[in-house]
T-cell receptor, first 114, second 110 residues
């Protein structure tokens, strides 16, 4: 069984400040880990993914995430927030052996203040 | 290359009415999924299809049925809509390890 916990349903930052969105997972097998972004009234799109290669993963729009096995974490960061980053962010985990059924966290809404 | 398409974008039903949500993908993916998204609940899997001709229940299948018509199309049917089914519905397909989502259908059941 696998599960995902996203700490904080809402995160508020000022434009230019560091963005940190937290994700912890549990999985009985080596995981694949994902961050998806959802802009208002749109579907989800992949931001970045970890699939057992480099533990520091770089994604689109300046986001990156680090897989830390010892902490079972996959936190998403961006050095400097932009107004256009305001969106809902979802962390997801799937079985690296190919179960085809990702499990999603409940999402974190990122609010960016001018 | 349109990716994953869903119709309709919006729908309002009365309790007890039926409808089918359509989904199609042009990426030749084997696996397809239906999710519902409710505030504070994230995405919950309703049904999925690992390949053409197979379907399986997800976390919240009650009140829904699905059909994998062919490799491209995966439809979701509500036989007798209830207010609890008011939600945003997303279809997705999967490549090796990444899901691709449609734009969603916003359904309101009165």
């Amino acid at each position: 069984a696998q599960s995902v916990t996203q700490l904080g349903s809402h995160v508020s930052v000022s434009e230019g400040a560091l963005v940190l969105l937290r994700c912890n997972y549990s999985s009985s097998v080596p995981p694949y880990l994902f961050w998806y972004v959802q802009y208002p009234n749109q579907g989800l799109q992949l931001l970045l993914k970890y699939t057992s290669a480099a533990t520091l993963v770089k994604g689109i729009n300046g986001f990156e995430a680090e897989f830390k096995k010892s902490e079972t974490s996959f936190h998403l960061t961006k050095p400097s927030a932009h107004m256009s980053d305001a969106a809902e962010y979802f962390c997801a985990v799937s079985d690296a052996s190919g179960s085809y059924i990702p499990t999603f966290g409940r999402g974190t809404s990122l609010i960016v203040h001018p | 290359n349109a990716g994953v398409t869903q119709t309709p974008k919006f729908q309002v039903l009365k309790t007890g009415q039926s409808m089918t949500l359509q989904c199609a993908q042009d990426m030749n993916h084997n696996s397809m999924y239906w999710y519902r998204q409710d505030p504070g609940m994230g995405l919950r899997l309703i049904y999925y299809s690992a390949s053409e001709g197979t379907t399986d229940k997800g976390e919240v299948p009650n009140g829904y049925n699905v059909s994998r018509l062919n490799k491209r199309e995966f439809s979701l049917r509500l036989e007798s809509a209830a207010p609890s089914q008011t939600s945003v519905y997303f279809c997705a397909s999967m490549s090796t390890d990444t899901q691709y989502f449609g734009p969603g259908t916003r359904l309101t059941v009165l």
